[in-house]
């Protein structure tokens, strides 16, 4: 595939793999493969450095985003390459990150949940880094730390400023939290809080909450090569206890129905403003009134067609990272979401006529 | 000594969902006991409460009552500002 030449005057790389590809061997390959796409990619990456410096010198450096908030991972991570994922196991008790059992590039453990842990890890930090060129959720290529087995019984998934933990769920509630659209939803917390942060209650928390399930939602999708309307836009699709009446925990595409059930009640997400839910409990409703910008969401994908994790997910990606207000409301979110779009798409392009129809149909104008 | 435990929020954010759990720490076994004493004591709770919060996405809020004596203190901790070993031990209830 690759063939390190040696001549007397320096080493040089004629690689055929291009470097796109060698990210996606990195993360799929069996181990030695991977390793040895790591290898290569540090190679080239350091020959491209090397490259760039020549060609650049003399120039300005690129203008940076403005604002307090602003994070500069618009413009593409040069040194971004493969993850570092870390995946322990805690032993059912809270006291974190636990026991590792599984670092980058080692074979599975044969733990169930650390192994999904691990592949969707890497499928996560795929589609921020290949689609959207971030590397990793801080965009400098931290370490992807995630505890499986966190407590016991625990019905719970979070991101705690540093990693992800997973708890097994208690069978009744929850059957599992490892499933991708709930791992995306961590680690895209992690993206949030790196990107200027969303304070987590009322509208902003809402909206972090929104952003999450987006994230979680798209790398379901890409994992699964699924173009919108093939999509099931379920967030946790399958982790509701057996006994549960209900497919998921959220819906995207129908805010509301994701289950109605004896003992959990019915889904409380609205999809309108109308319906937006007043409430001191949740942190002010953030996991509620999430739905109204997670609808936003389905329609824009929806009137567009295609893939969501491509032009759409590219305008939320940006939107984030340029928001530069942590407590922004939704209107203020819309408004990010169509300056994102125009950039992208041109002004008086389809897509922002459809994004100001979709954030329209709930209930707010732009 | 009664401890009264309410947990609500994280991913899910189901009220519904809620956990409930109460438990009489006399009838408790004596290393039990004395552990739940140490770690559910009124001043121990309440310089909890006071300790930052962190970053909280998803993360539960636990509402504790203690009752001793015919007197009740409630404090609301948030998950991450409960030591894991009390973490372990409201899981054992
Ligand atoms: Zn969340």
Redesign the pocket.
Known sequence: MCFLLNSSHHHSIHCIVPPYMLRVLALRGDPRTAEMARTLLKQTEKLRDERAELTRAGLPPDQPLGGAYATSAVTPAKDLCCPDRRIHDGQFRAALPGKLVRSEGQDPTGIADADTAYDAAGQVFSLFAEEYGRNSLDGEGMPLIATVHHRRDYNNAFWNGTQMAYGTGDGKIFRTFLELSVIG??MA?GVIQHSGGLIYENQSGALN?SI?DVFGSLALQRALGQEVHQADWLVGRGILGPGINGVALRSMKAPGTAYADDLLGQDPQPWHMDHFVTTTDDNGGVHINSGIPNHAFYLFCAYLGGRSWELPGRVWYRALQTLNNPMASFSDWADQTMDSAIELAGRGSIETVMLRRAWKLVGIAI | MIIEIAAQGG?GGMAAARLRKTIDVDDQPEQMRQELCDAFGPDELARLARQPCGAC??RMTYRITVTEDCESHSFTLHEQQIPPEMLDLIDQM
């Open positions: 939803h961590e917390h909450e999450a | 991913f996405a998803d």
